[in-house]
T-cell receptor
Framework: GDSVTQMEGPVTLSEEAFLTINCTYT??????LFWYVQYPGEGLQLLLK?????DKGSNKGFEATYRKETTSFHLEKGSVQVSDSAVYFC?????????FGTGTQLKVEL | GAVVSQHPSWVICKSGTSVKIECRSL??????MFWYRQFPKQSLMLMAT?????????EQGVEKDKFLINHASLTLSTLTVTSAHPEDSSFYIC?????????????FGQGTRLTVV
């Protein structure tokens, strides 16, 4: 079946550091790929998405490129802020079903 | 973006009792609603998918008689955990979407922390 693997956390960075959270997927079809963010005490929010190979999703300084050849969708940000501290989930969607990774907690310190 | 409200945010119940969790789409009509369960440091596991006016489709391994799902209107779905036991303690999350296509965005509730004592 479909699955998503993302790096374990927590990831702790200093403010303004570069962020990469790795995500790879296994799917039988050609899924859409997503990154969701969950801030403390809140529900999941869509951060960005890509619907086909080589698409780049971007939002709030975060980017991820749909790489079909490596089945990856790594999340990057050039300069993180304390306010980016949250749990980040990589997910794929095939049909109306979302499959999530385990989530990666990001802690950004001053 | 669209808002999905989940109630209650947390609940503590005695073993053997039933608990109902509500999921409402506040500013859109949700054709499809999803219920997930999240264990600590683990992924969200899809429990069931429900479409308004029809029976829910449960994922393999999810007991449909224990986790009753009702999607009576386009803005409300409920999950009832019947005869709850401590092993049912978990974080339950709902999401709702306006359609069923692959590119249709799903909007999430804030989750319900269930503790069974």
């Amino acid at each position: 079946g479909d699955s998503v693997t993302q790096m374990e956390g927590p990831v702790t960075l200093s403010e303004e550091a570069f962020l990469t959270i790795n995500c790879t997927y296994t799917a039988t079809g050609y899924p859409s790929l997503f990154w969701y963010v969950q801030y403390p005490g809140e529900g999941l929010q869509l951060l960005l998405k890509a619907t086909k190979a080589d698409d780049k999703g971007s939002n709030k300084g975060f980017e991820a490129t749909y790489r079909k050849e490596t089945t990856s969708f790594h999340l990057e940000k050039g300069s993180v802020q304390v306010s980016d501290s949250a749990v980040y989930f990589c997910a794929l969607r095939w049909g109306n079903k979302l499959t999530f990774g385990t989530g990666t907690q990001l802690k950004v310190e001053l | 973006g669209a808002v999905v409200s989940q109630h209650p945010s947390w609940v503590i119940c005695k073993s053997g009792t039933s608990v109902k969790i509500e999921c409402r789409s506040l500013d859109f009509q949700a054709t499809t609603m999803f219920w997930y369960r999240q264990f600590p440091k683990q992924s969200l596991m899809l429990m069931a998918t429900s479409n308004e006016g029809s029976k829910a489709t449960y994922e393999q391994g999810v007991e449909k008689d224990k986790f009753l799902i009702n999607h009576a209107s386009l803005t409300l779905s409920t999950l009832t955990v019947t005869s709850a036991h401590p092993e049912d303690s978990s974080f339950y999350i709902c999401s709702a979407s306006k359609g069923g296509g692959q590119d249709t965005e799903a909007f999430f509730g804030q989750g319900t922390r269930l503790t069974v004592v």
